[in-house]
């Protein structure tokens, strides 16, 4: 298994630009989410998903979109950049609630 | 809301010393405490899962206790090498309609001196 996947591993983006940062996983695992983590705030819950098409707000969503159209891939969705947006990003997935949480390996962004 | 504090931030020890990292939770509703380790530049390894009816989890030189009823968990590594050196996360998954979701601590970086 190659676990969870996260590409690009780094990227610039100018204000305002959009991109999508992608995420796979192939252990068909239900449960995926997003987190970023910036110094000092530790990760933060952007959005999730329990399972194909089905999809909700984490703590920190504004300013992003997530879709989930098949259960092993769930990309997520920059509209409009902002220098705030300068972050980590982080990908994970779980089978079920009770059991590990495994993460991809991130995907640096930086917002000019 | 549910908040993560991990004691102490940074921690320094030499090599073969055995070592306890802390956690404590807010609201004891949990469904599950996990340990994670993240080196710098990459991302999260799970070390241990706890679920809630557990008091604790081994593996190898890690053990990790959980009071739920006090909202406090500790990671104890004993015989520390170098290679332990990492940011140590703690993660509580909350019960009912947060079950989903994972809140973290801001972690324990920690330093193993040879």
């Known amino acids: 298994n190659a676990g969870v996947t996260q590409t690009p591993k780094f990227q610039v983006l100018k204000t305002g630009q959009s991109m999508t940062l992608q995420c796979a996983q192939d252990m068909n695992h239900e449960y995926m989410s997003w987190y970023r983590q910036d110094p000092g705030m530790g990760l933060r819950l952007i959005h999730y998903s329990v399972g194909a098409g089905i999809t909700d707000q984490g703590e920190v969503p504004n300013g992003y979109n997530v879709s989930r159209s098949t259960t092993e891939d769930f990309p997520l969705r920059l509209l409009s950049a902002a220098p705030s947006q300068t972050s980590v990003y982080f990908c994970?997935?779980?089978?079920?609630?009770?059991?590990?949480?495994?993460f991809g390996p991130g995907t640096r962004l930086l917002v000019l | 809301k549910q908040e993560v504090t991990q004691i102490p931030a940074a921690l320094s020890v030499p090599e073969g010393e055995n070592l306890v990292l802390n956690c404590s939770f807010t609201?004891?509703?949990?469904?599950?405490l996990q340990w994670f380790r993240q080196d710098p530049g990459k991302g999260l390894t799970s070390l241990l899962l706890?679920?809630?009816?557990?008091r604790e989890q081994t593996s190898g030189r890690l053990n990790a206790s959980l009071d739920k009823s006090s909202g406090r968990s500790t990671l104890y590594i004993a015989a520390s090498q170098p290679g332990d050196s990492a940011t140590y996360l703690c993660a509580v998954m909350g019960s009912g309609g947060s079950n989903y979701k994972l809140t973290f601590g801001k972690g324990t970086l920690l330093t193993v001196n040879p």
């Open positions: 609201d004891s509703a949990i469904y599950n």
């Open positions: 994970a997935s779980r089978r079920t609630v009770a059991e590990t949480q495994y």
């Open positions: 706890i679920q809630s009816s557990q």
